[in-house]
């Protein structure tokens, strides 16, 4: 092989090479930082992955709301109307937080199945929702409408 040559296929391995540990180091770095969304229904059902920071978002159930009088420690069930989930969060929540609204929150699923919140996201006015959580709510009511229509179906048929 003529020298030039070899000396050009030498330092075009190394920029591979060196590209290939760029894209390593960038897809190991993003994968950390990814919080997929998860409904109250999927984490019900057990689809959300444990002690993995995850998003979950939903209506606060009114009357779930329970405040510690000792901490800053505060308790709620969040629902897509169709399944709940437990949430608990220590910290100062968003003056827009209220039972009966939209929230987005970030934070891991423990052991005991209960969602640990290490941020809480209310909305910002009367006409906005995140996206995700106006999904899970059109396909939770979608479910209802569907389980509605069965059981018409059902009871029709019967007579």
Do not use: C, W
Request: glycine residues 8%.
């Amino acid at each position: 092989m003529h020298p030039i040559r070899k000396k050009r296929l030498t330092i075009v391995l190394f920029l591979l090479a060196g590209l290939a540990i760029a894209v390593g180091l960038t897809t190991y770095a993003l994968r950390q930082n990814i919080n997929l969304f998860y409904d109250p229904s999927e984490i019900a059902d057990g689809k959300a992955p444990v002690d993995v920071r995850i998003r979950a978002g939903g209506m606060v159930e009114e009357g779930s709301v329970v405040r510690d009088p000792e901490s800053l420690k505060v308790e709620f069930r969040v629902t897509d109307y169709s399944a709940s989930v437990a949430m608990e969060y220590v910290g100062i929540l968003p003056d827009l937080f209220a039972e009966g609204q939209g929230v987005v929150a970030m934070g891991r699923i423990n052991a005991d199945g209960r969602f640990v919140a290490d941020q809480v996201l209310a909305k910002h006015d009367e006409t906005y929702m995140p996206p995700e959580v106006a999904e899970a709510l059109e396909r939770a009511s979608k479910g209802r409408h569907q389980a509605a229509d069965v059981e018409k179906a059902a009871e029709s048929t019967a007579y």
